[in-house]
């Protein structure tokens, strides 16, 4: 089964510095009929102005991942530490016992990033952050594996305390492929447009939108223009 979600459908939220898109109830923004999908909680379309950000705020029992679609995004934590997360990067956090952290875009141009919360499987892990960047180029036949739960996995993704997949990646026009699910996924339009099928079933996704995928283990993804894609196999 195949749910969408079009861009101008999410919650929204205008602070001025930063312009947010909910795929699911945060903050003010609250649906009861869309608080989550499985292990996956939130995730947030943000826009942040060039020199704002997130001052310190405390996180726990969470993996906060975040994806930086455009700009860098420039992160410290009660950990000590720090770094810069640029387009084509990839964060993970495991809040675990406790930790405050901010985020800001110290830079003179805006930037955008998807912010993905996914429930813990393990309680009160010890705090960690780590970066990573992934390949750039457009591909024909896959989404490149960036986080993962699962030991199989170790070195090829970053890892998060919970049995969940994060796929992304530029994909060219024309390209058509099938792509493995192992509970349900959520897909996100990044930009472009593609189609996502399961049986006879078939939808299309434009910049924005996003698209829930259940009861498949599969689904087939055909790039009706270069796009870039993000798909999150969680737990039900």
Known sequence: MITHFPYDSLGKANYG????????????????????FGALLVVNDDWVQAGMGFGAHPHKNM???SYIR???LSHEDS???KGVVKAGEVQVMSAGTG???SE????????????IWIHSNEKNVEPKWDNKKFPT??????????????????????FIHQHARIFGGKISKGSSFIHSITHQAYVLASE??????????????NKGDGAQVTASNSVTITALSDCEIVLIDAPR
């Open 17 to 36: 510095w930063l312009k947010s898109s909910h795929h699911f109830s945060f903050a003010n923004y609250y649906n009861p009929a869309r608080t989550g």
């Open 63 to 65: 993996e906060i991942i």
């Open 70 to 72: 455009s700009g860098e």
């Open 79 to 81: 950990t000590g530490n």
């Open 99 to 101: 930790i405050t952290h």
């Open 104 to 115: 800001y875009n110290h830079t003179d141009t805006d930037m955008t990033f998807y912010q």
């Open 137 to 158: 180029e457009f591909s024909s036949s896959e989404l490149t594996l960036l986080v993962s739960g699962y030991p199989q996995d170790e070195g090829k993704a970053l």
């Open 192 to 205: 472009g447009k593609f189609e996502i099928s399961i049986d006879q079933r078939s939808i299309e996704l």
